[in-house]
C-alpha cells in the first residue's frame, strides 16, 4: 500500500519549509511564486490537507500538543510536569516538543502537530502571531503560558508590553496590538519585579540592573515602569536564550558597569549565568552585587549565599493550561493570572 504524502513531503518537494506549506494551505499569507508551487507540488503528491483544518473541525481527535522552548530549563520541565499530570487525570496523551526557543523550528512543530490532527495545543511561544496564525485558522484550540508570542519588528514592543501589564491588572482592556485573540495562564510578572526592585531600593540599591532574554517584554516593561525615568539603557541587557549567551550577557555587564550594586535576571538560565559570572570576576555576592532571580528552582537554595528569588508557580501553570485547553468548547476560556511571591534569602545585602 502506497504511503500517503505528508506536508514534509510537499515542503521537500516545494523546497520550502513546513510553516510556509501550513500557511499557504490554510489561506494564510505567502509570495504568489510560492503559493502557486506548493499548491502544484501538493496537487502533484496528491497530498490532502484535510489534517490541516477539516478533521480539526469536523471532530475531536483526542489528545495534545505541548512545546516549550527547552527541556532542560527547570521551569520548562516543572510546567511541563504540570500539564502532564493535568492530561494523566483525564486520561489523555500528550505529544511534547521543544522548540528551541526558534520560531522556524516552532512553525514546523505546528505544521507537523497539525499533520497529525492533534486539535489542542499548550504552548511557551516564541514565534510572532504569523508563526501562530495557521493553527488558529485551522481551528486548533490553543492556550498560551508563561508568555504570549513576541510582537513583529515593526510593532513597538514596549508600548504592548505595558498595554498587557495593565490588562492583566485591569486597568485597561486587552491591547489592540496583539492580533491573536487567545488565552494565556501567566504569572504576574508585574507584581513580582516591582516587588524585588523595591525591596533592593529599601536596601539603598539605586543602580539596579536587568538581565533578560527571549519572551520577556513583559518582565523587561515591568522593570522599566518599578526603576521609573529615566531608565539607564545600560543596565537593561538581553542574551539571547542559550547559556552561553547568557553568560556574555552577565559578564559584559558586570565589566562594562562596575558601578551597578545590585541585578534582577529575568529568568533561572540568566539567574545562573548571573552567579557564575560573578565568581568568575571574583564579585562577592551580596557584598560586592545584589542579586535577585526570576524562577525558584532546587539549585538557588544550594547557592552560597542562596538566592533571593521570585517564585513562580510552574507546576501550577502547567496543570492550569492543561485544564483550560481540556475544558475549551463553544465557551472561549478566559486568561489566568497566577500570583508571584519574593522569597528573601542570602543574595541581596545593603548598598554599601
Not at 64 to 72: A, E, K, N, S, W
Request: hydrophobic residues 45%.
Amino acid at each position: 500500500m502506497e504511503k500517503r504524502a505528508t506536508i514534509k513531503d510537499v515542503a521537500e518537494a516545494a523546497g520550502v519549509g513546513v510553516a510556509t506549506v501550513s500557511r499557504v494551505l490554510s489561506g494564510g499569507s505567502a509570495s504568489p511564486a510560492t503559493r502557486e508551487r506548493v499548491l502544484a507540488v501538493a496537487a502533484q503528491l496528491d497530498y490532502r490537507p484535510s489534517a490541516l483544518g477539516r478533521n480539526l473541525r469536523q471532530r475531536r481527535t483526542g489528545g495534545m500538543g505541548l512545546l516549550v522552548p527547552d527541556l532542560t530549563d527547570t521551569f520548562y520541565g516543572q510546567l511541563a510536569e504540570g500539564v502532564l499530570a493535568c492530561a494523566r487525570s483525564a486520561g489523555e496523551p500528550v505529544v511534547l516538543g521543544s522548540t528551541g526557543g526558534d520560531p522556524e523550528q516552532e512553525a514546523d512543530l505546528i505544521g507537523m502537530l497539525l499533520e497529525q490532527s492533534v486539535d489542542r495545543l499548550i504552548a511557551v511561544p516564541s514565534g510572532d502571531a504569523e508563526t501562530w496564525a495557521p493553527a488558529i485558522r485551522a481551528g486548533m484550540t490553543v492556550i498560551f503560558a508563561d508568555r504570549l508570542p513576541v510582537l513583529s519588528s515593526h510593532e513597538d514592543v514596549g508600548a504592548a508590553a505595558i498595554a498587557d501589564l495593565m490588562a492583566l491588572d485591569g486597568l485597561s482592556p486587552a491591547p489592540q496590538t496583539r492580533p491573536l485573540d487567545v488565552p494565556a495562564v501567566l504569572a504576574d510578572d508585574r507584581a513580582g519585579i516591582r516587588t524585588a526592585v523595591r525591596y533592593l531600593r529599601g536596601l539603598g540599591h539605586r543602580r539596579i540592573a536587568f538581565l533578560g532574554g527571549p519572551g520577556q517584554d513583559r518582565r523587561v516593561a515591568a522593570f522599566r515602569e518599578a526603576v521609573g525615568s529615566p531608565v539607564d539603557e545600560e543596565l537593561v541587557v538581553f542574551g539571547t536564550g542559550s547559556r552561553d549567551s547568557a553568560y556574555a550577557a552577565a559578564s559584559g555587564l558586570f565589566q562594562t558597569r562596575p558601578d551597578l550594586s545590585a541585578v534582577v535576571a529575568g529568568g533561572n538560565v540568566l539567574g545562573e549565568a548571573a552567579v557564575l559570572a560573578a565568581r568568575e570576576l571574583d564579585l562577592r555576592v551580596p557584598r560586592d552585587v545584589s542579586l535577585v532571580m526570576y524562577d525558584d528552582v532546587p539549585w538557588a537554595e544550594l547557592c552560597a549565599p542562596p538566592l533571593t528569588v521570585i517564585a513562580q508557580p510552574g507546576r501550577d501553570m502547567g496543570y492550569r493550561a492543561a485544564e483550560l485547553v481540556l475544558r475549551a468548547g463553544s465557551r472561549r476560556p478566559r486568561s489566568v493570572i497566577l500570583p508571584t511571591e519574593l522569597i528573601i534569602r542570602g543574595s541581596c545585602g545593603p548598598r554599601r
